[in-house]
T-cell receptor, first 112, second 113 residues
């Protein structure tokens, strides 16, 4: 089983649409979870951390289900500038590990 | 200069060459990382340094040799590389090992001919 698995994509959505990305992870010892965003030919940048209680940042909502080892990202009212690859990231192996494990990413294209 | 910088941005080298990638962070962080990003693959962690000590080495071939002379600088020395080593090499830093928000540099796109 892959360590971090994401929807393969690509997702092509019209402006204003709501889009959801899913991610599963295999390491049950992971304690920290993130969504990073990577624009074409650019470096990854942290979009948001994911907390157990769920968290929201503007149009972006992240959810975590530890029992199912599942993470989601919801983007409401999509903008053209949201077009990017979204990377699901978990820490591990082990809670104290420096290592972040990245998914392959899901590409989003928001079209006019 | 702000954030994390990397030089060169692009590098083409032959299999017999020796070259070095440089990373510098201006954020006052204590941990620095090297990642490899190949097409259609997830980012792969190569090395982690915390307070100038190597703390993780993910079974990287010896033709890649990291060096961390101080907490602001990180190098990746390359020698006798293979064409399959062609990739984007990303440097990142974080406040410390327990602060998982990592800030990435723009990367060096390496082509081995």
């Amino acid at each position: 089983r892959k360590e971090v698995e994401q929807d393969p994509g690509p997702f092509n959505v019209p402006e204003g649409a709501t889009v959801a990305f899913n991610c599963t992870y295999s390491n049950s010892a992971s304690q920290s979870f993130f969504w990073y965003r990577q624009d074409c030919r650019k470096e990854p940048k942290l979009l948001m951390s994911v907390y157990s209680s769920g968290n929201e940042d503007g149009r972006f909502t992240a959810q975590l289900n530890r029992a199912s080892q599942y993470i989601s990202l919801l983007i409401r009212d999509s903008k053209l500038s949201d077009s990017a690859t979204y990377l699901c990231v978990v820490n591990g192996p082990g809670a104290g590990s420096y290592q972040l494990t990245f998914g392959k990413g899901t590409k989003l294209s928001v079209i006019p | 200069e702000t954030g994390v910088t990397q030089t060169p941005r692009h590098l083409v080298m032959g299999m017999t060459n020796k070259k070095s990638l440089k990373c510098e962070q201006h954020l006052g962080h204590n941990a620095m990382y090297w990642y490899k990003q190949s097409a259609k693959k997830p980012l792969e962690l190569m090395f982690v340094y915390s307070l100038e000590e190597r703390v993780e080495n993910n079974s990287v071939p010896s033709r890649f040799s990291p060096e961390c002379p101080n907490s602001s600088h990180l190098f990746l020395h390359l020698h006798t590389l293979q064409p399959e080593d062609s990739a984007l090499y990303l440097c990142a830093s974080s406040q410390d090992g327990s602060s998982y928000e990592q800030y990435f540099g723009p990367g060096t796109r390496l082509t081995v001919t």
